[in-house]
């Protein structure tokens, strides 16, 4: 298995309040997104406190064997990261109504977990094609579901950062789930909205596809969110099923 991640401020703004993870244990791998939201560095809390504390969560898991237990995982422990996020907001006046997306991957040899609350998105690369396996919690995508604006009027909507589901902004949360086989050569794609509305699917699928390194990937995709704005932090996960299936941990 081979893994790489970034995290860039980009070019507007004066802070990154994306936090990114990727943790390797004899479980597997547990690689982690979160896009944080909130008054002055109160994005940049919540993202970083979900992150660590996730990062505590998995050095105690001491196996996954099936997609069952890695939902129940994701699904317990994103109640945990939910409440310390959000009892923190109530008792830190600055941090009042901070809250962050999150896309959370349980990676084995034989399967991927994803759990997901927001608008950062995960993709994946197989034999078959490139598509997006989350769905965002945003207005935006609702009124395209229900058929009221197109995708192309969704890109450029006045309400297109509007979400309706975050982590650590109320005392519960729904987090959506789903289970995908991982082969030999598929790659997968967490990232921030930083980068999903800089870089469109087209041009994610053709990166991906190069017969370049992780890094090198990486580093092309951060370049064009930049390049073609860089308004918003941008984060990024990749996560490659290689031929010996051994688990491993490239730095960013």
Not at 18 to 33: C, P, R, T
Not at 144 to 158: C, M, N, W
Not at 188 to 206: A, M, T
């Amino acid at each position: 298995m081979e893994t790489f991640y970034l995290s860039d401020r980009g070019k507007v703004r004066q802070h990154n309040e994306d936090a990114v993870g990727v943790f390797k244990s004899d479980a597997g791998i547990l690689a982690i997104v979160a896009d944080g939201m909130g008054g002055h560095l109160a994005g940049d809390i919540a993202s970083q406190m979900t992150i660590s504390t996730f990062k505590g969560l998995w050095e105690q898991v001491e196996r996954i064997e099936s997609p069952n237990a890695a939902e129940e995982w994701l699904t317990k422990s994103v109640d945990e990261v939910n409440k310390a996020v959000y009892e923190h907001s109530l008792t830190n006046p600055d941090c009042q109504g901070m809250g962050t997306t999150i896309v959370g991957a349980v990676v084995t040899n034989d399967f991927v977990t994803i759990g997901h609350i927001g608008d950062s998105r995960c993709y994946l690369l197989n034999k078959t094609g490139f598509k997006q396996i989350t769905q965002d919690h945003s207005l935006v995508n609702e009124l395209v579901k229900s058929g009221q604006i197109t995708r192309e009027d969704a890109e450029h909507h006045p309400r297109k950062n509007v979400l309706l589901r975050a982590l650590g902004t109320e005392q519960s949360v729904e987090l959506d789930l789903s289970t995908i086989d991982f082969e030999q050569d598929d790659i997968l794609l967490i990232c921030s909205d930083g980068l999903s509305n800089k870089v469109n699917d087209q041009e994610l699928q053709s990166e991906l596809s190069n017969a370049l390194t992780l890094p090198e990937i990486g580093n092309n995709l951060v370049n064009m969110a930049n390049e073609n704005g860089g308004e918003d932090n941008i984060s990024l996960v990749l996560v490659k099923m290689t031929a010996n299936h051994e688990l491993g941990e490239e730095p960013c």
